[in-house]
């Protein structure tokens, strides 16, 4: 024994054995400790190498998959044993199939609609939501984000699914990473529908968002005030229109806060934070019709940062909300308060002087 790997159904069937309640408990002799740790060590390889085969599989060209005789069958039912795994029993399984998942669906409209197809999103949605284990909901979150991204039956999936609810709980944990995740999500909810802006509302996001505005965590700050942006955008704000006061004030202090904070922040944080600069400017201009003290002391945009290096395979793959905050900051840059009119231009001193004299000597 001590020289072959158990099988799994044979440790499963011994651990059963020993955990029946009419037997008596009996401490493990050596022998047996060492023959269950290298069954579980042996069960994780094999699970790893396994997710490895698939996920190379799931990325390698369908042209090529066909010349090696790779039937869409095939794929399908490689994809069986991964969405199982999202049920295994230890969380780091759980947690390493969602991110093999993640791999194989980012950017593969192929492969999401294969893995939708193989009912792949209820065991991600189900470990989104109610897992213990708040490493196994991130990383479901994060496969569920892949999945659904330019995906309309995904997107559909996950509304019914209560997704929002979802999100909802997932902004109230203590987790930053997590947090900042489902912040992401629910910026790209806005940004391909406009009216899942209020939704949220109704569903009492922006006051948590608000919240979240005000984290210790910088990431979680930026892509608060993001979303809190996008909420505008997208009219999902009745604090802006004064439906409530007391949410509108809390907002006001909020971002005061983070004004303040800016201004005492040392240059380096400074440049770090370029994009909370720009947010936290652009939504107190939205909320109050007027330019916030940052822009006052010079710090929505610092010196060296008004001319960056083209980057042309960024602007290909800029996410739309920097995109618009960028367009906001170059067309207040570019205003120009006397406009040029076509036209004659009015005449001089010197030229109507020399129009008087020419009068003066007509006959």
């Not at 109230?172 to 947090?179: H, M, P």
């Not at 007391?246 to 806060?257: N, P, S, T, V």
């Not at 947010?279 to 929505?300: F, H, I, M, T």
């Not at 060296?304 to 739309?320: I, L, T």
Request: hydrophobic fraction near 40%.
């Amino acid at each position: 024994m001590a020289g072959e790997r158990p099988k799994w159904d044979g440790l499963l069937k011994w651990s059963l054995s020993h955990s029946e309640g009419t037997r008596t408990t009996r401490n493990l002799s050596e022998e047996d400790r060492k023959w269950f740790l290298e069954a579980m060590e042996g069960q994780t390889v094999n699970v790893l190498k396994r997710m490895k085969e698939i996920t190379l599989v799931m990325k390698t060209p369908e042209n090529i998959l066909e010349t090696q005789g790779v039937t869409a069958a095939d794929i399908e039912g490689g994809l069986v044993p991964l969405l199982g795994y999202l049920k295994n029993s230890h969380a780091g399984i759980r947690a390493k199939a969602a991110e093999v998942v993640t791999t194989v669906v980012q950017n593969n409209p192929r492969s999401q609609q294969l893995v939708m197809e193989a009912n792949g999103l209820e065991p991600l949605m189900s470990n989104f939501s109610s897992d213990p284990d708040v490493t196994v909901r991130t990383k479901a979150l994060g496969a569920i984000s892949s999945l659904i991204r330019h995906n309309r039956l995904g997107l559909s999936a996950f509304r019914l699914a209560s997704g929002y609810g979802a999100l909802k709980d997932a902004l109230g944990t203590d987790s930053i990473r997590f947090q900042r995740k489902a912040l992401n999500l629910i910026q790209y909810l806005m940004q391909e529908n406009k009216a899942d802006c209020m939704v949220l509302s109704e569903l009492g996001f922006p006051r948590m968002i608000m919240h979240l505005a005000a984290s210790k965590s910088a990431d979680v700050r930026e892509s608060a005030l993001g979303s809190l942006l996008e909420l505008i955008k997208g009219g999902g704000m009745g604090i802006i229109s004064g439906a409530s006061a007391e949410e509108g004030e809390e907002l006001k202090q909020i971002l005061q806060q983070r004004i303040d904070g800016i201004i005492t922040m040392a240059p380096d944080d400074l440049g770090a934070a370029r994009e909370e600069r720009q947010l936290v400017d652009l939504l107190w201009r939205a909320c109050y019709n007027e330019p916030s003290l940052l822009q006052e002391k010079g710090l929505v945009v610092l010196a060296g940062e008004d001319e960056p290096a083209p980057d042309v395979a960024g602007k290909m793959f800029e996410p739309p909300l920097r995109r618009w905050v960028a367009k906001q900051i170059s067309d207040e840059k570019n205003y120009d308060p006397n406009p040029l009119f076509l036209g004659y231009a009015p005449p001089t001193e010197s030229h109507a002087e020399n129009a008087n004299n020419e009068n003066d000597g007509a006959p």
